[in-house]
């Protein structure tokens, strides 16, 4: 966006960063930020110590949030119908078809062009007139990563910023650093043909002195730092806030402190501002948060697409340790034509000892596991959709949200249990779930020790599924099996 700038910074051609690491560096073409003194991937997410490998893998949220940006294509489209429950019920529930019925600025539905959106996804149908209503009303939406809650919120702000008042009037609230510079970047290329309007970055690292005025109109950031800006520096006025935006509401509870610190922002907000929340999940928890924060909302919810297990034909191998897993395992590559293929394991360690073993029987393996930066996750991932290598050896660090369609076995290399030593059912579908996605045929093995068995027919049970047992050794029945 074209504002003078006071910080130096150069037009972006408006380019959302694909790589981290350009939004992890200092750069110029993110406007409003100044003295920024931003950590580098290796102070932030340097690699581990060798003991946490005696560790399951843990899964952060705010880093699976982000690596399911940086590695979605396209926009994920669902065939469910959006629920509504509005604030008013007599109200007419208005919803478009095309951009054009909005009456947006024509900068910014060329912006949205520009962007190669031709219509409003599924989400946006619905959420954007309510979003442009008037008066405001507030809004909570829920929908699954990749449907379009961050596109329509953006274009929500920028539909409602008064370019010609030079104080902030939107403030954005994101769980982390990362997450908070993706959406400036999607406010950034949206509206980069709004002239007169800027955003600036209120995150760890972007120093303004005590009584600067900030002049954006939209503010991105986390929630420590906002509340500095607000309270501490006194940077910008809360009570000139017209829209307030808390996005991954999800992932910000999951986060220690921010619930509390979001809320305390959200008080000071004047009555009129409007108040808009996004989750990509529906847990309880994330609703009572909601309610906390959002007086009197209309409630979206977009169902997410239910995963299957009907094309997936599961089987299992008993094996004692991990060397009659591998046994199992070349076994399996010896008798049937593998595609490509997804290895679970539960610890990073069994992940490399496992990539090593196969590396030295000639396989092309590529390791994901929660030691590698997100960037580098991404790109293992890609590498992966692109066939470069056939085998992915992880840990859980990838059992969601990752589509390789023409994965067609997933191996359990331990079968997945959560703190309590119980199945994780959930998991399971996820990781099985990869597979015969869009109704191919696929094969899901799992490599079970006798003492885990009860783990076993619980899933059965859980699934109302059979999982056949199969003996590792016996290679003509393996070769039976039919995709
Ligand atoms: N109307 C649209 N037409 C085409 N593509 C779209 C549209 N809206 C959004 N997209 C694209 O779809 C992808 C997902 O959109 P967006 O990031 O807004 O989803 P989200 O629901 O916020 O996801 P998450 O929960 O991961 O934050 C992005 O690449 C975005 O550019
Ligand atoms: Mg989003």
């Given at each position: 966006m074209g504002s003078p700038e006071r910080g130096g910074g150069e037009r972006d051609s408006?380019?959302?960063?694909?790589s981290f690491s350009q939004l992890c560096t200092p750069r110029r073409?993110?406007?409003?930020?100044?003295?920024a003194n931003f950590p580098t991937l290796g102070e932030k997410y340097g690699s581990h110590g060798?003991?946490?490998?005696?560790e399951d893998d843990k899964v952060d949220v705010a880093e699976n949030s982000l690596l399911n940006k940086l590695i979605r294509k396209s926009l994920v489209e669902s065939s469910h119908h959006v629920e509504v429950l509005q604030r008013d019920p007599s109200s007419p529930l208005f919803s478009v078809?095309?951009?054009?019925?909005?009456?947006?600025?024509t900068e910014l539905l060329q912006g949205i062009y520009a962007m190669g959106f031709n219509r409003p996804s599924k989400i946006q149908e619905t959420a954007l007139p309510m979003m442009l209503a008037d008066p405001p009303q507030n809004l909570i939406a829920q929908s699954q990563?990749?449907?379009g809650k961050t596109a329509a919120f953006v274009l929500a702000m920028l539909s409602r910023?008064?370019?010609?008042?030079?104080?902030?009037q939107c403030l954005c609230l994101a769980p982390t650093y990362e997450l908070a510079l993706q959406t400036g970047h999607v406010v950034e290329k949206m509206g980069?043909?709004?002239?007169n309007i800027s955003v600036t970055y209120a995150v760890r690292g972007n120093r303004i002195p005590r009584g600067t005025k900030i002049e954006e109109q939209i503010v991105i950031g986390t929630p420590g730092t906002v509340l500095d800006w607000c309270f501490?520096?006194?940077?910008?006025?809360?009570?000139?806030?017209s829209v307030f935006v808390l996005d991954e509401a999800d992932v910000m509870i999951d986060t220690q402190g921010f619930l509390d610190q979001s809320i305390r922002i959200q008080r000071t907000l004047p009555q009129n501002c409007q108040m808009l929340l996004f989750s990509a999940t529906f847990e309880d928890a994330v609703l009572r948060f909601a309610e906390q924060i959002i007086p009197d909302p209309n409630i979206i919810k977009l169902r997410r697409e239910e995963m299957t297990l009907t094309n997936i034909r599961q089987y299992y191998f008993l094996c004692e340790n991990k060397q009659d897993k591998y046994k199992a395992l070349c076994n399996i590559y010896g008798s049937i034509t593998v595609g490509q293929a997804i290895i679970f394991c539960q610890t990073r360690r069994n992940a490399k000892w496992l990539s090593l073993e196969l590396t030295k029987d000639g396989h092309k393996v590529s390791v994901l596991s929660g030691e590698l930066t997100v960037e580098q996750r991404a790109a293992v991932i890609q590498r992966f959709r692109d066939g470069k290598e056939k085998v992915l050896v992880t840990t859980n660090?990838?059992?969601?949200?990752?589509?390789?369609?023409?994965?067609?076995i997933v191996v359990n290399f331990k079968l997945p249990i959560n703190q309590l030593q119980c199945p994780d059912f959930e998991t399971y579908l996820h990781r099985i779930g990869?597979?015969?996605?869009?109704?191919k045929k696929s094969l899901a093995f799992n490599m079970v020790e006798r003492h885990n068995l009860p783990l076993l027919h619980r899933i059965e049970e859980h699934f109302k599924t059979k999982i056949k047992q199969l003996d590792p050794n016996d290679m003509d029945e393996i070769e039976k099996i039919e995709y």
């Open positions: 408006g380019r959302l960063a694909h073409s993110l406007r409003g930020i100044r003295n060798e003991e946490e490998d005696k078809k095309t951009f054009e019925e909005l009456r947006l600025k990563s990749g449907t910023v008064n370019g010609a008042e030079k104080f902030p980069k043909l709004c002239v501490k520096l006194r940077l910008l006025d809360v009570k000139k806030i660090v990838c059992a969601r949200g990752i589509d390789v369609k023409q994965v067609t990869r597979a015969g996605r869009f109704g």
